[in-house]
């Protein structure tokens, strides 16, 4: 199997640019909706779209009136380090030369030291209250108030202080994100211990453990999720290093292609290594084993092994010789091989590949909307709420239940009464300090973009390429699927099968014939063969499947090729020619029809039976009089009737569109065993749209499947577009689904039982992003209420803000746990 590498540059038709920007400095999902309002009422901009997991905002503004540097300038005054990336899926040219996985590795190292310190503060805590929980003698030392205060003082000064600092960041630039609220929360509790400890006379009791053990919690769950989150992006950094960094450029000689160099001669065989961006088209590079390939090019000297796996998924390396394409990032494994650059830089599967992937990541499904939204005033709910909580209990809620303050109903400690009295300060406080904690952002703002990113990067790996979170909610949602017959469930590659040329037109004077005993005219080969010869020279102007299979029938007969001009095409009509001054007409019923064309039952009979032979047939008239009828046969590709089946299975309704006559078509419906009322016949290429449109108009959730070619308008009219060919631009725009794994030994041979596999790793991110959603706002509507004291004053349990600090830790990294589970689930539905 082998990815194409015909994937042809966008050109750019509107007036609008994009412009990709790596922010930092985002937390949480009130992060990501701060940025994306920024960028948005920056003048010029149309839209704006950012990713808390790949750091990543993608603005759509009108073209020339916005600078990246300026508007990367300004995310960065507002809090958010910001800077233009050169092209997607490359690294921005910054003073800054550590690769991806250098500075994640560094970032981690810095979480596990903090995370290291917390875990001893934690520890020493602990061993402090150790006798408040046992029949067990005080520790001297570590029992002491003043010891506790000191750890308390070091969690936030050393592991804290960075979320203390950035948390004051964001309040101060009216952007309050989650560190806002856990350091609100941290200084609070350090504050009210530290009124304790230095004014005991006003019975207050101190709780210098929780700040302690909130940050400690808290880290430990950052550093769980920003492992899970490296995971969960992994798979599609391993994507980005396909691409080597340099190439060795040789001569255009295959002679040095593929020989050791030795002495003088040595340099010029083995090649000058130049960066790979400096490679042009046409140039000669030079792969030995071991290497990847640089460049999308063509084989010129020697022959390997090439891994394609990383593209493809398919394990089975592919020989290639002189004359096969080959593809950037693919594994060079056992010859050493020459090739003559065909596509570079971001014209190259591999860059493009990316850059759908890269797009993907950034499309969000619109289930996502009610998350973004609540996201954008979250912050200032929680807030709200803790200041709420607070004057709540500390002015009626411990006066209508006063037996809270009772030293039995305090649950918040550690699971533990205290020995105490709770006052009714102390104990709002505590509640305010909780309902700061609990709350998680975070969750909301990992719910769809880490599923998203492992869905698109496992369908790449497989070479299925999604455009976004939208395509996967609308596949979700799909009942109907409607195939192209024509390159689609056939191979595309239609043979010639029959020639009848029509003797009783009086065309073929002086060719030879004679009739049987019934008096039927019997055709002869010199009729047959003028026959084809007008077809093929008036289809040397077009180059529709069918106009293929007749040049190449006459070619393979040695036929001389007659002179053709004046040529005139009808798309899904036919087509017209000048041939040795005779106007020549090709194509179905309606076509001749329009001209003036009449047919006899005869004729008709004769094209019946082809029909339900499942032949599509060609009528071919000279000079206003039916000449003959040619018929040709496209086989279907050999996984169609069980892509049809397995649809079917999950109960689609499968269609089969075509041009072809409705028995012809018919025909080929009963094989894949697609019913007969579901085949739409007659459609020409400009009423695709149309037919999906009216489908749709019926309540109909539709996914058309095309090869991209012409059928470029039913794609995008399709609540789903899937493209078996990425071989043009209408494939690239239109297409929502993109599926690139072809055969190795015959391109034309798409899998299509890719079609099936589109689907459901679509239904199964989507049903990923759900989960996520639903446990993200789960939490919050039942953790919230709980630490606001719901169950307070009925059960005499309260959450302590350490534990809102565990429960806000595994919140988030449940999220992002379940989405790496996405690639588990998948590839046991797929088995």
Known sequence: MQVTPDIAPTTPTSSVETIALDVTGMRCAGCVSVVERQLSQ????????????????????????????????????????????????????????????????????????????????????????????????????????????????????????????????????????????????????????????????????????????????????????????????????????????????????????????????????????????????????????????????????????????????????????????????????????????????????????????????????????????????????????????????????TKIWPHVLSPMADMMGHGMAQPTSTSPLLLSLKLAITVLVIACPCALGLATPTAILVGTTLGAERGILIKGGDILERAHQLDTIVFDKTGTLTTGQPTVTDCLPWLESGLFEGNESHRNGHGDTLLTQASATKLLQWAAAAETGTSHPLASAIRTTAHQQELPMLEAQDFYTEPGLGISAMVENRRVWLGNADWLAQQGIKMSDTVNQQVRVLADAGKTVVYVAVDGVLAGVLAARDVLRPDAKETVERLKAL??????????????????????????????????????????????????????????????????????????????????????IILMRVSATRPQDVRLLDVVESIELARTTFNKIRQNL??????????????????LPGFGIALSPASAGAFMAFSSVSVVTNSLLLRRAFKAKSN
């Not at 593929?258 to 040595?266: D, H, I, L, N, Q």
């Not at 996914?703 to 308008?713: L, Q, R, S």
């Not at 039942?782 to 630490?787: D, M, N, S, T």
């Open 651 to 736: 109960g689609f309704r499968v269609m089969l569109m075509t041009g072809d006559q409705l028995d012809s078509a018919r025909a080929i419906a009963q094989q894949l065993l697609i019913h007969p009322d579901h085949v739409l016949a007659g459609v020409r290429p400009n009423g695709k749209a149309a037919a999906i449109q009216t489908l749709q108009s019926e309540g109909r959730r539709v996914a058309m499947v095309g090869d991209g070619i012409n059928d470029g308008p039913a794609l995008a009219q399709a609540d789903v577009g899937i493209s078996l060919h990425v071989g043009t631009d209408v494939a690239r725009e239109t297409a929502g």
């Open 42 to 397: 920056h003048p010029g901009v149309v839209s704006a779209r950012v990713n808390l997991v790949t750091e990543v905002a993608v603005v759509e503004c009108e073209t020339g009136t916005v600078d990246p540097a300026s508007i990367a300038e300004q995310l960065t005054a507002k809090g958010f380090p910001s800077q233009p990336r050169a092209q997607a899926g490359r690294m921005p040219a910054t003073p800054d030369t550590r690769t991806p996985a250098e500075r994640h590795a560094q970032e981690a190292r810095e979480q596990v030291r903090r995370l290291a310190i917390a875990a001893v503060l934690i520890f020493l805590s602990l061993i402090g209250h150790i006798g408040h929980w046992m029949d067990a003698p005080m520790l001297p030392v570590l029992s002491n108030i003043w010891f506790h205060w000191g750890l308390a003082t070091l969690a936030l000064l050393g592991p804290g202080r960075p979320i203390i600092i950035d948390g004051w960041k964001g309040l101060w630039h009216q952007a309050p994100n989650m560190n806002t609220l856990v350091g609100l929360g941290a200084l609070t509790a350090y504050t009210a211990s530290c009124v304790a400890l230095f004014f005991p006379h006003l019975g207050w009791d101190c709780f210098f453990d929780e700040p302690v053990m909130m940050l400690g919690f808290i880290l430990l769950g950052r550093t769980l999720e920003q492992r899970a989150r490296r995971r969960a992006a992994s798979a599609f950094e391993s994507l980005l290093a396909l691409q080597p960094k340099v190439a060795r450029l040789i001569g255009k000689s295959t002679s040095t292609a593929t020989s050791p160099g030795k002495g003088k001669g040595e340099i010029e065989q083995l090649g000058i290594e130049i960066p790979v961006e400096q490679v042009r088209v046409g140039e000669w590079l030079r792969v030995l084993p071991g290497e990847k390939i640089p460049v999308d090019g063509e084989v010129m000297a020697g022959q390997s092994l090439v891994d394609e796996s990383m593209l493809t998924g398919e394990p089975i390396p592919v020989l290639k010789q002189p004359g096969d394409p080959i593809t950037a990032g693919t594994l060079n494994q056992s010859g050493a091989i020459a090739l003559q650059a065909t596509r570079t830089g971001e014209e190259t599967t591999l860059a493009q590949i990316v850059a759908l992937v890269e797009e993907a990541q950034t499309r969000k499904a619109p289930v996502q909307k009610l998350a973004d939204t609540v996201a954008g005033y979250f912050t200032y709910g929680v807030l709200a709420i803790a200041s709420l909580t607070f004057l709540f209990w500390y002015l009626a809620g």
């Open 774 to 791: 639903f446990w993200a706002f789960g939490y919050n509507t039942l953790g919230i209420p709980a630490a606001c004291g719901v169950l």
